[in-house]
């Protein structure tokens, strides 16, 4: 799978893949992340890539010229199966669209900033608007680096143990059971006899009820 992600602050995207699973994802060559400096396709020698809006307001708003020559210049040389923007009033990000994406070849990502981005550039190239919350943050660096993170640990071979994706709070309809290691009594703080008990039916059965009665509490919403 590849990903080529447009941005305007590439530096941003540099640490989130450069560390541990999304790392070794990339050097097993199961995931490509190349990442876009929009600037490199800018309209003018100043590499601007931004512009007052049309009938005035406050902040500046991303140009369409850039991006359409990056993308253009990207769909030259591959087939995209999607073409996402990151915004705060897309589709909330969730584990059903990870999955979705995660058996797709080739995805573009843009990373917004500003005021926002030329409503064209939407019209005209996004395929697929996904935002990370209800909240807004600088930019789409993050959230991009968040949707990557969640779709590229379910590729398969990405994680060690392939159930551990699977077992996920999310991936079900429950959220994880609680887990526990050494020691087993920390100041008189215990871990529950069950999981010392050796029985992995029973240990199974009390994880499944922890894990329901946790989904109840927290997120009934998940067991309409
Ligand atoms: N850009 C700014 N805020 C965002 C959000 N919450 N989700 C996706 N992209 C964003």
Not at 15 to 22: E, G, K, R, T
Not at 114 to 131: A, H, M, P
Request: charged share 25%.
């Amino acid at each position: 799978m590849r990903f080529d992600i447009i941005s305007v602050l590439p530096g941003l995207l540099e640490s989130p893949f450069a560390h541990s699973i999304l790392q070794r994802a990339q050097k097993k060559g199961l995931v490509e992340i190349c990442v876009h400096n929009l600037r490199d396709y800018a309209f003018n020698k100043h590499k601007s890539v931004d512009d007052y809006p049309y009938g005035g307001g406050s902040g500046m708003v991303m140009a369409i010229e850039p991006f359409a020559r990056c993308i253009e210049s990207l769909k030259a040389e591959r087939n995209y199966s999607d073409v996402i923007f990151m915004t705060p009033d897309g589709e909330t990000l969730n584990q059903s669209i990870a999955n979705s994406l995660s058996i797709a070849k080739n995805i573009i990502i843009l990373c917004g900033h500003y005021k926002g981005i030329d409503q064209r550039i939407r019209d005209i190239f996004v395929t697929r608007e996904i935002s990370i919350g209800d909240y807004v943050l600088s930019g789409g660096e993050l959230p991009a680096a968040v949707l990557v993170d969640a779709v590229v640990r379910l590729i398969p071979g990405v994680l060690s143990d392939e159930t551990s994706a699977l077992s996920d709070s999310f991936q079900g309809e429950l959220l994880d059971a609680p887990v526990y290691t050494r020691p087993a009594d920390w100041n008189g703080h215990k871990v529950p006899d069950i999981l010392l008990s050796g029985n992995q039916a029973a240990i199974d059965n009390w994880r499944y009820e922890q894990a329901l009665e946790r989904t109840r509490i927290r997120r009934p919403d998940l067991l309409d």
